[in-house]
């Protein structure tokens, strides 16, 4: 669902002071809302907590869009303060993947994206929730997580990203690889699996094609469950490797779709990934899709 394009004048662009296209960006920004005569605001933040806070001050203020430029990360910080409002979220991508963006249709290209943000039109998508913390791509259980953090030690170590992956992923493998989880959908329906990990991603995620690990749609209003069987260590590294690199197959998963679900992980506290991000939450997981909750600046021409 869409709307025409908004009038907007008064954006506030949120930029991760860590990206290396800071710059570049606030030259674009400066020449087109220059060319069109447009009230931009620019905060470029220091700390990741920073981008939360400002998306708040950005909402309370009335701006319009508030615009997360970075990668995953800073779309999510920027999403969970903006989902269930008529704010809309614009997209700088500037982060090593941006998965957010290329699913939802936006521009690659910065200045394009820039330019985007005056003259695109208003879609809503879904945005996924677990435990009150809203993510935009996926969530995840078990390997996931340790995954993420053995990353982050490696990149602080002066790993670049793709010996950190290569290491973390080994190390991942090597501490944690079982996870014994019960799932329910209701009271009559659980599911009991031993896995390597849970992934739960918002909508469903394209596992063959030439578009895999991609989503057709963020608007389907489901959630995407999916698990993979109990195998020897080896076998574990195999199957992250291709699900991280989004390339696991429907033959290595197990998956279904539901609309809210609660998982017990066998443990008071769980680590659990939000789009990259690691946090602490308390058991049980409540995940649930958050229909349409979201507005994102996209290109005219895409269509919901």
Not at 45 to 71: C, F, M, N, Q, Y
Not at 79 to 90: F, I, Q, S
Not at 262 to 279: F, Y
Not at 282 to 297: E, M
């Amino acid at each position: 669902m869409t709307s025409p394009p908004a009038a907007i004048a008064n954006p506030t662009c949120i930029l991760n002071g860590h990206s290396v296209h800071v710059e570049e960006a606030k030259a674009h920004i400066a020449r087109i809302s220059g060319e069109l005569g447009a009230d931009v605001q620019v905060v470029v933040t220091k700390r990741g907590d920073d981008i939360s806070a400002v998306a708040a001050r950005a909402l309370a203020e009335r701006r319009h869009p508030v615009v997360a430029g970075g990668g995953d990360g800073t779309v999510n910080a920027v999403a969970g303060k903006l989902a269930g409002t008529d704010t809309p979220l614009g997209v700088l991508p500037m982060g090593t993947l941006n998965h957010f963006a290329k699913d939802a249709g936006i521009p690659l290209n910065l200045a394009a994206a820039v330019r985007n943000l005056f003259t695109g039109q208003v879609t809503r998508v879904d945005v996924g929730e677990v435990n009150g913390r809203v993510f935009v791509n996926n969530s995840g259980v078990g390997f996931y997580p340790h995954f993420v953090r053995q990353r982050e030690e490696q990149e602080k170590h002066g790993h670049v990203k793709r010996v950190a992956f290569m290491l973390a992923l080994r190390a991942a493998v090597r501490r944690y690889f079982r996870l014994r989880i019960k799932v329910h959908m209701d009271q009559a329906d659980a599911l009991e699996h031993v896995t390597p990990f849970l992934f739960v991603g918002n909508n469903r995620y394209q596992t063959s094609g030439l578009h895999i690990g991609a989503r057709s749609r963020l608007d389907l209003g489901r959630l995407w469950v999916c698990t993979a069987p109990t195998v020897g260590r080896r076998h574990v590294m195999s199957i992250a490797m291709r699900t991280l690199a989004g390339g696991a197959t429907d033959q290595a998963l197990s998956d279904f779709e539901a609309q809210e679900l609660w998982v017990e992980p066998g443990t008071a506290r769980v680590n659990v990934s939000t789009d990259g991000e690691v946090s602490i939450m308390d058991a049980p997981l409540h995940y649930k899709i958050r229909p349409r909750a979201l507005g994102v600046v996209v290109p005219n021409q895409v269509v919901s």
